[in-house]
């Protein structure tokens, strides 16, 4: 295949407008699903739960001790001793990281732990305290069955220096998580009240943000807008408040589920981006914002976020993982790099019900990446008014790679940079690989 069209391409340069979902065909890994255009890897995980800090520090806790340790899991400090082991409850950490909130289920304590290692105080004792999590007003929120077992759970707003309460909401069922967006909207997920939950009880609840402010009374299920439904269980949840986006640990004993979904509208429409195996349990501790223009959407550079979930059997591993965007890759050999003859280009990652266009340009030309567009962006460091492009699409196997093979006469090894650019099923542009030069 000879390098012969001198078209440019012009027409992907718009603002690309795909969901987060859109070509979520998952591919099989060891023990789990994850979910094509994402890739998923171990990460230190020290003991008890876990927390990362802005430094990249790990924050962990027990039931009883706080401990401070290095990305790499050295230990670094002890932070707070209870005194006595508890199980464990709610945990979160202040939106200025100057300290956490911890809380136990044995007695329903929860106490404020000063991230420098000066103190510990009791704030309120909160019965069965399930999940908090900060506003973006920095106020902070708890989910807990106050009132004991089949009861109904409350979310409180709590004032952790002066242990002030104020009744939020209250709903049927046992403790259900929490999120929030940058506006300040409070997301539930109920839960079923049976020892044998229904298969698709769970329910996402919205209450803006306005609604939480200062309620006359407690709200109900009846006043929370419906965001999503019709899910299985939820063990955790979290936001990013980069695009205002919510992910969902669909966990379910009965039903046997173990899955990470984003939520939108229902289960249905939701995708899901990690597949646990039956039998597992699969929670999602914290969304960690990327740097720069990539976002946390599939076939992105790394740098777009991180999803930071457990999962475990409860006996055989426990395991702390992160779910990082994967980008395609591109990779140029042969005896036509360096003189005359054949090279190939090998593309790994692509969506396989997809396509690709290939694209080059002058190396000469070529300088660092920049963002084109913003749903989703898309990466290249190809000087725009000189791209080139074959006028067919090349095809993508099953295992997402693509190999074609092309033929230098001479000359124009260090000429050349190639890139790919993605198209999903429908034929719109959803990434693009990295370069790669003779």
């Known amino acids: 295949m000879f390098l012969t069209s001198l078209r440019p391409l012009t027409a992907h340069l718009a603002p690309i407008a795909l969901a987060l979902g859109a070509c979520l065909a998952p591919t099989a890994l060891a023990q789990e699903t994850v979910a094509n255009g ?12 876990v927390r990362e800090l802005s ?19 050295t230990f670094q400090l002890n932070i707070a001793d209870l005194g006595s082991s508890f199980f464990s409850g709610a945990f979160a950490i202040a939106p200025d990281e100057s300290f956490a909130v911890v809380g136990e289920t044995t007695n329903g304590d929860m106490f404020r732990v000063a991230l420098d290692g000066s103190g510990v105080a009791l704030i309120a004792n909160v019965v069965f305290n399930y999940d908090a999590k900060f506003a973006p007003s920095g106020e902070l929120y708890v989910s807990a069955a106050q009132g004991g077992f089949g009861t ?66 407690p709200m109900s299920e009846a006043d929370g807008i419906v965001y999503a439904s019709g899910f299985d269980g939820a063990s955790s949840m979290v936001a990013d408040r980069t695009q205002d986006l ?20 229902s ?19 914290q969304f960690i914002p990327g740097t720069g223009a990539a976002q946390f959407a599939p076939y992105q550079p790394s740098a777009g976020g991180r999803l930071i979930y457990g999962r475990t059997d409860f006996f055989s591993f426990d395991e702390r993982r992160t779910l990082s965007p994967a980008r395609p890759t591109l990779t140029v050999t042969g005896a036509g790099t360096s003189g005359p003859g054949s090279f190939s280009l090998d593309f790994a990652g ?27 962006p898309l990466f290249t460091g190809l000087d725009l008014g000189s791209i080139q492009f074959l006028p067919f699409q090349l095809g993508v196997q099953p295992d997402g790679s693509s190999h074609s093979t092309f ?32």
Do not use: C
């Open 38 to 49: 994402f890739g998923s890897q171990l990460s230190v995980d020290p003991s008890g739960s």
């Open 55 to 73: 430094s990249g520090d790990l924050l962990t806790y027990d039931g009883r001790f706080v401990d401070r340790w290095a990305a790499d899991g």
């Open 152 to 217: 109904g759970n409350d979310v409180i707003r709590l004032d952790p220096f002066s242990g002030a309460k104020v009744d939020i909401l209250h709903v049927a069922g046992p403790s259900g998580p929490i999120a929030f967006d940058s506006s300040g909207n409070l997301f539930y997920a109920t839960y079923s009240n049976l020892a044998q939950n229904p298969a698709v009880y769970t329910d996402v609840l919205l209450y803006p943000a306005a609604s939480i402010a200062a309620p006359a009374t």
């Open 246 to 265: 919510i992910y969902l640990a669909e966990a379910s004993f009965s039903a046997g589920t173990n899955r990470l979904r984003l939520v939108a509208g």
């Open 267 to 285: 289960a249905a429409a939701s995708p899901v981006l990690v597949e646990g195996q039956l039998g597992d349990w699969i929670t999602v501790a």
């Open 350 to 376: 692509l969506d396989p019900a997809g396509s690709m266009l290939l694209l080059w340009g002058p190396t000469a030309l070529t300088g660092p990446e920049f963002a084109v567009g913003t749903l989703p």
């Open 407 to 438: 033929f230098n006469p001479g000359g124009l090894q260090g000429l050349l940079t190639f890139q790919g650019l993605l198209l999903d099923s429908f034929g719109a542009p959803e990434g693009a690989t990295t370069m790669g030069s003779l």
